[in-house]
T-cell receptor
Framework: GENVGLHLPTLSVQEGDNSIINCAYS??????FIWYKQESGKGPQFIID?????DKRQGQRVTVLLNKTVKHLSLQIAATQPGDSAVYFC?????????????FGKGTKLSVIP | NAGVTQTPKFQVLKTGQSMTLQCAQD?????MYWYRQDPGMGLRLIYY???????DKGEVPNGYNVSRLNKREFSLRLESAAPSQTSVYFC?????????????FGPGTRLTVL
């Protein structure tokens, strides 16, 4: 089957710098994408989502960019803080997969250097 | 407001034993989900309940059964545990139906099958 994956399994950034976490997807039918943050020993926590009719969506200190041409998704975190250290997952949904099925990527671990 | 709670937090079983993982939410959500997370992998949907009284299979339902006891509670049962079911199990709930909305996750149950 088609998978959602990540370019980089680990990312280290200096506190205060911006972070960019990338995600590649191969299912051209995917039309909804979502980012989750998972801190060690905890369940995932929603960050932001985006539908395929948008290229960009902003939240508080986070921006998600969607490039449908190359099937690429990125999460940008501004002014990265120690509390941002976690594993970040992208996930996708397509109407063909069923309305309740989210396909998750393997995750990128973000480490913030104080 | 506790959100999504799961019991137990940790469990060790022997092959062939049975057990039930409990999940409850106090957010009056209609939809509830069970996922498993294996090392180095994203979450995979086991079963979901779109609303009270309904349950449906997800991506990896084999070896599991579920019960939506009422609107608050959604349990996952392993009838005859196998080592391949060693994983971290997460329960989630959402107020809106379907994968295209924020899901709230519990803290997880770490299960080891020997």
């Amino acid at each position: 089957g088609e998978n959602v994956g990540l370019h980089l399994p680990t990312l280290s950034v200096q506190e205060g710098d911006n972070s960019i976490i990338n995600c590649a997807y191969s299912n051209s039918a995917s039309d909804y994408f979502i980012w989750y943050k998972q801190e060690s020993g905890k369940g995932p926590q929603f960050i932001i989502d985006i539908r395929s009719n948008m290229d960009k969506r902003q939240g508080q200190r986070v921006t998600v960019l969607l490039n449908k041409t190359v099937k690429h998704l990125s999460l940008q975190i501004a002014a990265t803080q120690p509390g941002d250290s976690a594993v970040y997952f992208c996930a996708e949904n397509s109407s063909g997969a069923g309305s309740y099925q989210l396909t998750f990527g393997k995750g990128t671990k973000l480490s913030v250097i104080p | 407001n506790a959100g999504v709670t799961q019991t137990p937090k940790f469990q060790v079983l022997k092959t062939g034993q049975s057990m039930t993982l409990q999940c409850a939410q106090d957010m009056n959500h209609n939809s509830m989900y069970w996922y498993r997370q294996d090392p180095g992998m994203g979450l995979r949907l086991i079963y979901y309940s779109a609303s009270e009284g309904t349950t449906d299979k997800g991506e990896v339902p084999n070896g599991y059964n579920v019960s939506r006891l009422n609107k608050r509670e959604f349990s996952l049962r392993l009838e005859s545990a196998a080592p391949s079911q060693t994983s971290v199990y997460f329960c989630a709930s959402s107020g809106l139906a379907g994968a295209r909305s924020e899901q709230f996750f519990g803290p997880g149950t770490r299960l080891t099958v020997l």
